[in-house]
């Protein structure tokens, strides 16, 4: 089983729709956890932290289950400018600096 | 700027060739990654720097791999004897500790391409 693991999708939704992403990690003893976004042929950006009682970040909201663990990211009213491909990574590992990537998931959000 | 400066941006080289990769860091960063991420892959962490501390190297897939830091500052990534498989994107990446807040800055890449 892969240490982080996303559905890569694509997902294509139209503007104003929610989009949920979900994404799973093997590791039970990680720490950290974050959304990235990386737009086509760019270098990934940190999007929003995760933190275990959910957060929320304008159209943006993050939730965590340590229990299952799994990570998921929900997107409201989404917009033209959310195309990107969402990358889900934890931090584990004997160090606390070791970053863990999934693949990500591609959003197309169509006119 | 102020940002994570890599060079050369793209690369073309013949396979057997060596080359080098080259990162500036954030001013201050005491932290660099190097990752490399191929066509439809994830990121693939390869070597962790940080401070005067030994570097963490388990992410090197072979021994034609390898990178020093100097100085605290400017990181090379250098590959010897190119493979075709290692054609990808090696992006650098720093932050200001071992990034607990999980924030790394990354540059825009360099595209290594091996005919």
């Known amino acids: 089983r892969k240490e982080v693991e996303q559905d890569p999708g694509p997902f294509n939704v139209p503007e104003g729709a929610t989009v949920a992403f979900n994404c799973t990690y093997s590791?039970?003893?990680?720490?950290?956890f974050f959304w990235y976004r990386q737009d086509c042929r760019k270098e990934p950006k940190l999007l929003m932290s995760?933190?275990?009682s959910g957060n929320e970040d304008g159209r943006f909201t993050a939730q965590l289950n340590r229990a299952s663990q799994y990570i998921s990211l929900l997107i409201r009213d989404s917009k033209l400018s959310d195309s990107a491909t969402y990358l889900c990574v934890v931090i584990s590992g004997a160090g606390s600096y070791q970053l863990t990537f999934g693949k990500g998931t591609k959003l197309s959000v169509i006119p | 700027g102020a940002g994570v400066s890599q060079s050369p941006s793209n690369k073309v080289t013949e396979k057997g060739k060596d080359v080098e990769l080259r990162c500036d860091p954030i001013s201050g960063h005491t932290a660099l990654y190097w990752y490399r991420q191929s066509l439809g892959q994830g990121l693939e962490f390869l070597i962790y720097?940080?401070?005067?501390?030994?570097?963490?190297k388990s992410g090197l897939p072979s021994d034609r791999f390898s990178a020093e830091r100097t100085g605290g500052s400017v990181s090379t990534l250098t590959i010897q004897r190119t493979q075709q498989e290692d054609s990808a994107v090696y992006l650098c990446?720093?932050?200001?500790?071992?990034?607990?807040?999980?924030?790394?800055?990354f540059g825009e890449g360099s595209r290594l391409t091996v005919l």
């Open positions: 590791n039970s003893a990680s720490q950290s």
């Open positions: 720097f940080q401070g005067n501390s030994a570097p963490d």
């Open positions: 995760v933190y275990s």
């Open positions: 990446a720093s932050s200001l500790s071992g990034s607990r807040t999980g924030e790394l800055f």
